[in-house]
C-alpha cells in the first residue's frame, strides 16, 4: 500500500502527517518506508537527524542514475536509510532535487518512481511519501506511484478555494495515468476546536460530500518539539491527545482499507 501526502498548499502539515503516520505504522508492526521527495528535506531532517552535507543523497541519486541509463544499463537502485525505530526506513532527499527537476522532465522520467516502488513493494507493507508545496515533477511522480492520496487541509478559507482545484486536478491525472489512485480523505490538521468557523466550514465540505476524514489533529506545540527532538510523536509522548488523533487517524485509515 501506497500513500502519498499532497497538497500544494505549503505549511499545511504534509511532512508532519507523513512522518507521523509512517511512525504509527511502523510502530504497529508493519514494515513502513518513507520517501522524501521534497528538496526542503523536512521529512528526511524529521526522522534521521540528519542536516546538510550528513543527508545521504537517496532519491536524488536515483533519479541522477535514471538520467544516465540506456536501454541496457543496470536497473536503478536507491539507497535506503534505516532510522532508529523499528520497522521505520527512509529515502532521503536532499536540495540537488531542484537542479535535476528540468532534466528529468525534458527526458520524462514521470514514471521512474513508479517503477521504483513497484521493485520496493515486496519489501515493505507500507510506504508513504512526503511531497513538495508545488504540483511539480516529485508531485506528479508520486500521484502516478501511489494507490491513495491524503490531503492535509487547515481550514482557511484560501486553502478551501485551492482544495476545488487540487480534487480536479487529481481527477485529471487519474484519468491520464494512474485509474487505481483513490482520494482517502483529507485530513483536517491544527483544528481549533474552540473557534466556530473551522467546524462551520468543514460541515460545508461533508454537505458538499467531500471525503473529510472523521479524525481532526489538533494543534499542539509538542509539533515542534517533535520536530526538534526528531522523534515523532509515537516515541516522544505517545499518550500525549495529538499522538493519540494520530493512531486513530492511522487505525481508521487501516480499518477502513481492510474492508474494500
Ligand atoms: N498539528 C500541528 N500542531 C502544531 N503545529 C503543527 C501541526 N502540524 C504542523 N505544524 C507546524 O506547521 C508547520 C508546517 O508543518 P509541515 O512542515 O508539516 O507542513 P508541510 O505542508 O510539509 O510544509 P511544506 O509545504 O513547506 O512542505 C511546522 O512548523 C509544523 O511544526
Ligand atoms: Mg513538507
Known amino acids: ?12 502539515g504534509k511532512s508532519s502527517i507523513a512522518c507521523n503516520l509512517a511512525a504509527v505504522s511502523a510502530n504497529e508492526g ?17 526522522l534521521t537527524g540528519l542536516t546538510g ?20 544499463s543496470k536497473k536503478n537502485k536507491v539507497d535506503i536509510y534505516e532510522t532508529p525505530f523499528d520497522n521505520l526506513h527512509v529515502v532521503t532527499a536532499t536540495a540537488e532535487l531542484a537542479d535535476l527537476q528540468p532534466k528529468l522532465e525534458a527526458k520524462h522520467k514521470i514514471n521512474k518512481l513508479r517503477k521504483l516502488l513497484d521493485d520496493l513493494d515486496e ?4 510506504i508513504y511519501i512526503d511531497t513538495p508545496p508545488a504540483l511539480n515533477f516529485y508531485a506528479v511522480s508520486a500521484l502516478i506511484a501511489a494507490d491513495r492520496v491524503l490531503i492535509p ?14 480534487l480536479a486536478e487529481i481527477e485529471e491525472l487519474k484519468d491520464d495515468h494512474n485509474e487505481d489512485l483513490q482520494v482517502e480523505g483529507i485530513v483536517v490538521n491544527q483544528f481549533q476546536s474552540r473557534a466556530s468557523l473551522p467546524q462551520q466550514m468543514l460541515d460545508e465540505l461533508l454537505e458538499e460530500g467531500l471525503p473529510v476524514l472523521p479524525v481532526y489533529l ?5 509539533m515542534r518539539e517533535s520536530h526538534h527532538a526528531s522523534l515523532p510523536l509515537i516515541h516522544l509522548e505517545p499518550r500525549h491527545k495529538l499522538t493519540q488523533q494520530f493512531v486513530e487517524l492511522h487505525d481508521l485509515l487501516e480499518r477502513a482499507d481492510s474492508m474494500v
Open 53 to 72: 552535507d550528513d543527508i545521504p543523497m537517496g532519491i536524488a541519486d536515483f533519479f541522477k542514475q535514471s538520467l544516465s541509463s540506456g536501454p541496457f
Open 123 to 126: 519489501d515493505y507493507d507500507r
Open 218 to 222: 489538533s494543534s499542539s506545540v509538542k
Open 1 to 12: 500500500m501506497r500513500r502519498v501526502v499532497f497538497n500544494q498548499k505549503g505549511g499545511v
Open 30 to 46: 508493519y514494515r513502513t518506508l518513507l520517501i522524501d521527495l521534497d528538496a526542503q528535506a523536512n521529512s528526511t531532517q524529521y
Open 153 to 166: 487541509f487547515d481550514c482557511d478559507s484560501f486553502s478551501r478555494q485551492a482544495l476545488y482545484g487540487l
